[in-house]
């Protein structure tokens, strides 16, 4: 593969055949992360990706914040069925694609034999093998969260997927010092590894199937990966609340609020369809246990806290042809503000309809609520 130029040069014609995901990264550098989203989506079960070779590094190393060598990057993949996808993507300053929510840093799919390092300088060095590699993510400049803020961005990493090759052009992981200490923080749900740092700060790698279809429908295999997510925090976690009820008497129903420091989490902008337009936003993922989807846990839905506060209801309805997803137990996760960790809620469900129990819920809701166009107390 050919440098990625930095200096203006002209453009050539030949074309670099990469693996997928290689091609993502390198679409990473230069799209909102809503665009890799998107652009992911439009490479599911294909083969290769093509990249003009003025966008691609000689040595295979993605150099981080490297500026744009040219005002549209093309980019072609060969997909089953022999068809082929372009994607373009325009120029950073003329960037229309929305950001994705600043969250717990993904860091790769399905990755195995996972390991978290941390050096005395705040560097993170998150070593795995996936897609059958071994692969080295150096990681920096990102803490905790900041409130939502209309106009501003949320906090986020600053990743390095060549180990740090691309930020200090050596082969920086050999000479990484791992300073981390025992983790003996708050226990966190789909946890992989942790570790306290020197300067008392937590460091944590999680990993869950995030993608799950709704309704207990089978997952493709897109749709089952496990994501590899890494967060940074010091002081408190995030607090996610969740009460269950019954909604009209015979359906469970759950509600609650997702919060940092006191304050609620939440998005400005979404689609329709409830995903985040800004870097704020936060959808619950919610499971079901031996349900009518069947034995075991299933991905019943996914929704958004909502704008301004922070709070959530759902009800365990039928939903077209699925049969009500009323299980045993309930699960919750979602993704912690900034880069906090990924935070997970459990319980049993509440079983029978009980009048007294229900008429306090109720209250409860109607205090929880009372700033809420969304949610309504029955």
Not at 296 to 309: A, P, Q, V, Y
Request: glycine residues 10%; charged residues 25%; aromatic residues 12%.
């Amino acid at each position: 593969m050919n440098r990625l130029l930095v200096d203006k040069q002209p453009p050539r014609r030949e074309v670099a055949h990469i693996r997928v995901e290689e091609a993502l990264r390198a679409l990473d550098l230069y799209v909102a992360r809503r665009g890799r989203e998107e652009v992911g989506a439009a490479f599911e079960e294909c083969e290769s990706v093509a990249i003009p070779a003025p966008l691609l590094p000689s040595n295979g190393r993605w150099a981080q914040g490297s500026p744009l060598p040219m005002c549209v990057i093309s980019a072609t993949a060969t997909c089953k069925g022999g068809t082929m996808r372009t994607v373009l993507a325009a120029c950073i300053t003329m960037l229309v694609l929305a950001p994705a929510a600043g969250a717990s840093e993904l860091i790769d799919r399905n990755a195995t034999d996972v390991k978290l390092e941390v050096n005395a300088q705040g560097q993170a060095l998150v070593t795995y093998r996936a897609q059958g590699q071994l692969k080295r993510v150096l990681s920096w400049s990102a803490v905790n969260a900041i409130h939502p803020t209309p106009g501003e961005r949320q906090i986020e990493f600053r990743l390095d997927y060549s180990g740090g090759y691309g930020t200090y052009r050596r082969d920086y992981w050999k000479e990484f010092r791992d300073v981390c200490r025992r983790y003996d923080g708050p226990r966190l749900g789909w946890l992989v590894t942790a570790c306290k740092a020197p300067d008392g700060s937590y460091w944590a790698l999680q990993s869950w199937q995030r993608a799950l279809p709704n309704y207990g429908v089978r997952a493709t295999d897109t749709q089952a990966v496990w994501e590899l997510r890494l967060s940074h925090w010091i002081g408190e976690l995030p607090v996610l609340d969740v009460k269950l009820d019954w909604s009209y008497r015979r359906f469970d129903h759950l509600y609650g609020s997702f919060t940092y420091k006191d304050r609620g989490v939440f998005g400005f902008r979404s689609t329709s369809g409830g995903q985040p337009l800004d870097t704020f936003g936060r959808n619950l993922y919610l499971d079901t246990f031996d349900s009518a989807y069947g034995s075991g846990w299933e991905r019943e839905n996914s929704f958004l806290t909502h704008r301004g506060t922070g709070v959530f209801c759902y009800g365990f309805y039928t939903h077209g042809p699925r049969p009500v997803g009323r299980g045993t137990r309930y699960r919750a996760t979602i993704i912690g503000p900034g880069v906090t960790p990924d935070i997970v809620w459990e319980s049993a469900a509440r079983g029978a309809y009980d009048r007294e129990q229900d008429l306090e819920a109720n209250e409860e809701q109607r205090g929880l609520f009372k700033n809420d166009r969304l949610c309504k107390a029955n």
